[in-house]
């Protein structure tokens, strides 16, 4: 089973088909990913931004937030991680990344991308926001 993707723990066979049972740490991860975009729409709605739309779907691609403030329209890239990783989330954020969703924001007529982390741990939740990363 080593052809499989990471995210399949054990796949067992059950009246003529395959179940695949998905990895614990991939429905984390998820988890913490929707929980982050949540904290950070909020903490940008707090900040006097408007959230147009969330997990926008382009072509192939998704826009995790969009949103609205006084310079225009803009998109939101959102990383999220625990303290207990060994990188900051800021880090996932990658040139490669930054030109896919620059692209993406083009589609939806934004005029920059932003970046916001959110970090989680025991003593609670930090945030920032990283503007015109792209």
Do not use: Y
Not at 20 to 42: P, Q, T
Not at 52 to 73: F, P, S, T
Request: proline content about 1%.
């Amino acid at each position: 089973m080593s052809h499989l993707p990471d995210t399949l723990l054990a796949a067992k066979r059950g009246k003529g088909r395959l179940i695949m049972v998905e990895n614990r740490s991939d429905d984390h991860r998820r988890r913490l990913g929707k929980f982050g975009e949540s904290m950070a729409a909020s903490f940008l709605r707090r900040s006097g931004v408007r959230i147009i739309g969330r997990n926008v779907a382009v072509g192939r691609g998704e826009i995790d937030l969009v949103a609205e403030d006084g310079d225009g329209r803009f998109t939101v890239e959102v990383k999220a991680g625990t303290r207990m990783d060994s990188d900051h989330p800021r880090w996932n954020f990658t040139h490669a990344k930054a030109r896919q969703v620059s692209r993406l924001a083009r589609s939806v007529g934004a005029r920059r991308v932003d970046l916001v982390t959110v970090v989680v741990g025991a003593d609670g939740v930090d945030i920032e926001w990283h503007r015109r990363v792209a």
